[in-house]
């Protein structure tokens, strides 16, 4: 096959578009003394670019293609992801985006650390981490292949070039660069998939999706509805428990902004994947044998993760096609930057400025930021060039991202009863009956058999789900029991080993209101009485402390 030089020049002039852009709005970052510029862009973000890089965050290579993808392959029925993702922003704008931002944290971490300790939260950082990277080592992945099947060009050099890119503009910018990128990327993934839209639709080797609605729509069998159930749910409160979703609505001008953000952005997600659906139901109605397609090459059956840009190259004309591969390669850039800087965020922020280091200067702290960059982007690329089953090594690490950081983040939020003891128990009870409920796509043995476990399709019981429940439940039990036994002298302070409840400053019960707390707990902070070292411990004034100096957990509200 030869090299098609038109899906190389659509994807070169967006990759050029892209990079300078980043690079332009990496000269709105305040340089090497800010870390608050490079994590939350200042606390400056317009409502207009936040809405679009907060949508971004879902919006990527992955959501693009899948929804072509489980439309062509499942149906519209088992095509969740739109509509999930796009009731999880509003969803997380009422539940975590405004009481978030109103505390000021600079991370999703940050309110672990706060009440649980360094170790704890970075105990939490593990699952976090390892999504990020899956998840761009996924998506590079799936541009490397995209880009060799339909472009004829070397996996390995797609993958690399695209990751020097995103790793460029991101080190320079931080989330100044990611987010004004994330605008130009989706402008280029509407306006390009719109404009293939009618070209698709209209195409000879297409029958009319209408004349086949009933099969591309597809089914949920009764006995599927516990999968069903599962994955909506994963989705609807999995997807929000990201530090590249956090970064955005904790980067808003105001608590309010903040919570707008996630709400329009819920509309944006939805918009963004009706072409990607027609286009997967169009390519369930092509007769590929009347196409140009070499079937013995590349069947869309056998690699249905292809459809979208197989449509594309094969049923619009050149000048069309130029516009829609370039739009695919920004779609998987605005993923992709997200999830590196994510990940370099919370290393540098609640890792290396947390647990190992209770004072960093700023620019040291900046410096560790871009060089966690470089190294999450060469990790991600090295995973997505050297293991095949990138993909479900990620929809593992979503589960334990669903099934540990969401009802964690739940508890720490909203029930002050818990503590250390709880979260500790939780984590690893969550972790044991996730990995007891098996996964095949790893090779993962099923040693616990939840109801209606069956012998041929496995689980059918929404045991993630319920796994998130009974996490809930043991936090919530545990510290509570752990809370009466150290704190009415049943056990002596020797024994609590956290320091988390016999150490602790009960916040007073006069301050009710959230808004009183969090200026206490702010002032409390700015003083210098106490900032984030060892395990909940209290400690003196900073002496000598001068406005290089950065204190973890310290920021601009």
């Given at each position: ?14 990759y ?5 852009v ?13 870390p ?14 936040g ?14 293609n ?129 404009f ?13 999706i ?25 989705l ?14 904790l ?40 196409t ?65 280091r209770?004072k960093v ?45 969401f ?22 009870i ?37 796994i ?15 809370d ?49 070292g ?12 001068d ?11």
């Amino acid at each position: 096959m030869a090299v098609n030089w038109v899906g190389i020049a659509g994807i070169v002039v967006f990759y050029i578009i892209i990079l300078v852009v980043g690079l332009w709005a990496s000269r709105k970052s305040k340089g090497d003394s800010d870390p608050d510029s490079v994590l939350v862009a200042s606390r400056d973000m317009s409502l207009f670019v936040g809405v679009w890089t907060t949508a971004a965050t879902i919006v990527g290579g992955a959501y693009i293609n899948g929804a072509a993808e489980s439309v062509f392959e499942s149906g519209l029925a088992w095509t969740q992801a739109p509509w999930a993702y796009a009731i999880s922003m509003p969803l997380g704008g009422i539940l975590f985006a405004k009481h978030m931002r109103a505390k000021g944290y600079l991370t999703m971490l940050d309110p672990f650390q706060d009440k649980y300790g360094n170790r704890m939260g970075g105990l939490l950082f593990i699952p976090a981490l390892f999504g990020e990277i899956l998840w761009s080592a996924a998506i590079l992945a799936s541009l490397g292949t995209t880009m060799s099947v339909i472009l004829d060009l070397n996996v390995k050099l797609s993958v690399i070039i695209s990751a020097v890119i995103v790793a460029f503009y991101t080190f320079f910018g931080g989330l100044y660069s990611v987010a004004y990128t994330d605008v130009v990327q989706l402008f280029c993934i509407f306006v390009g998939l719109w404009f293939c839209v009618p070209f698709v639709m209209t195409n000879e080797h297409a029958a009319p999706i209408t004349s086949t609605s009933s099969e591309w729509i597809g089914t949920i069998d009764p006995s599927d509805a516990g999968i069903w159930i599962d994955f909506t749910m994963l989705l609807l409160l999995g997807g929000i428990t990201w530090q590249a979703y956090f970064q955005r609505v904790l980067a808003a001008k105001s608590p309010e902004k903040a919570q707008k953000m996630s709400f329009i952005a819920g509309f944006v997600v939805i918009i963004m994947a009706i072409p990607s659906v027609l286009i997967g139901a169009v390519g369930f109605n092509t007769d590929w044998n009347s196409t140009a397609l070499d079937l013995n090459k590349t069947n869309p059956h056998d690699h249905p993760s292809l459809i979208l840009p197989l449509v594309i190259q094969y049923l619009t004309p050149t000048y069309v096609a130029f516009v829609g591969l370039g739009a695919l390669s920004a779609a998987v850039m605005s993923s992709a930057d997200s999830s590196v800087l994510a990940a370099s965020s919370m290393f540098a922020h609640n890792i290396w400025g947390g647990l190992f280091r209770s004072k960093v200067s700023k620019r040291e702290l900046v410096w560790v930021i871009r060089i966690s960059i470089v190294v999450t982007t060469i990790l991600a690329t090295i995973i997505a060039l050297t293991v095949h089953s990138v993909y479900y090594l990620y929809v593992l690490c979503s589960d334990l991202v669903y099934v540990i950081i969401f009802p964690q983040l739940v508890c720490v939020l909203y029930i002050k009863v818990c503590n250390t003891y709880g979260s500790l128990v939780g984590f690893v009870i969550a972790i044991l009956l996730r990995i007891g409920g098996g996964e095949g796509s790893l090779h993962i043995p099923i040693f616990i058999k939840f109801p209606f476990y069956s012998e041929t399709k496995g689980q059918l019981f929404p045991f993630r789900t319920f796994i998130v429940v009974f996490s809930f439940a043991v936090i919530i039990v545990i510290s509570y029991v752990t809370d009466i036994v150290l704190r009415r002298g049943y056990l002596g302070p020797r024994w609590d080993i956290f320091k988390c409840v016999t150490s602790v400053e009960r916040v007073p019960d006069e301050v009710e209101h959230e808004g009183e707390e969090e200026k206490m707990h702010m002032e409390r902070k700015r003083s210098g009485e106490w900032q984030l070292g060892d395990v909940n411990e209290m400690k003196k004034p900073l002496a000598g402390k001068d406005e290089s100096e950065y204190i973890p957990g310290e920021s601009k509200i």
